[in-house]
């Protein structure tokens, strides 16, 4: 299949659904060979096949990224299974459930959603980093996804604490990385549709009231954004983070 992304391999963590999924749908659809790597391993099955019947290239894998053995088995299984390794997106993540009081906050809460979201974010590209410094044409490219949370003050302390870290962690390895051709960018969504809203459609609809472009997001917003940052097209883009949110963060 032909696209902006023909001979990729890519890694999408968290792809079995939601934005995941859109954006493995997303690259499988111009050209690159996926790698869905989720804790879901049926449902990062369910998706890679469905990509196949599609025509586009995906495969599945089993992957924790709260597991550094789990991590680096799945970034091994892409190289071998792609003979390239060219993007690597980190959307895997946890939420804690907002507690409301800070006085209810949970340690073990706070060091589970740190240990995916922003360390699980830091295994991935360890293990992927000498394999995206090796793509050709210096076209290796992470790209992170946040959240507006990580920015401004919408509750979920954990949660936000671990997206700002991620946005912290995008910028000084996209100057580390630099020399290596390796590009890091953070997209940071606003409220978007997905499974994790499942039965708040109340919440969505209250939500979307206050999003100046008077919808929330869908999957597929997100995954237009990420694709971008992974293109040649940002090839002289590193470190950012884009918001993609319906101009939240500017009517406030
Ligand atoms: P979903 O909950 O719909 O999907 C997340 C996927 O990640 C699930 O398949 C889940 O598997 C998997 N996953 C969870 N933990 C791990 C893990 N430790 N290792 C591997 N896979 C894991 O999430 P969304 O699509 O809504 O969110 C995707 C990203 O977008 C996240 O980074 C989130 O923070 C960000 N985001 C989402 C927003 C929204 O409104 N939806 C807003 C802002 C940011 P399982 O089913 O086993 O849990």
Redesign the pocket.
Known sequence: MRGRFGSYGVIV??G?????EAIARRFAAEGAAVLI????AA?AEATAASIRAGGGSAEACA????DTASVDAAVARAVDAFGTLDVLVN?????AEDKGRFAAEDDEEWRLDLD?TLV?AMRCTRAALPHLAAAPGRRGAVVN?G???GIASFGNHSYSAA?AGLMSLTRTLAVQAAPSGVRVNLVA????R????DGREAALETAAALYPLGRVGE?ADIAGAVTFLASADAAWITGVTLPVDGGILISN
């Open positions: 963590t968290g079995a659904r939601g934005i995941g790597a989720d804790r879901d449902g992957c924790d990224v709260a959307n895997a993540y946890r939420c995916v699980g996804i959240s507006v949370n997206k969504p606003g409220t978007i997905t499974p994790a809203w999957p």
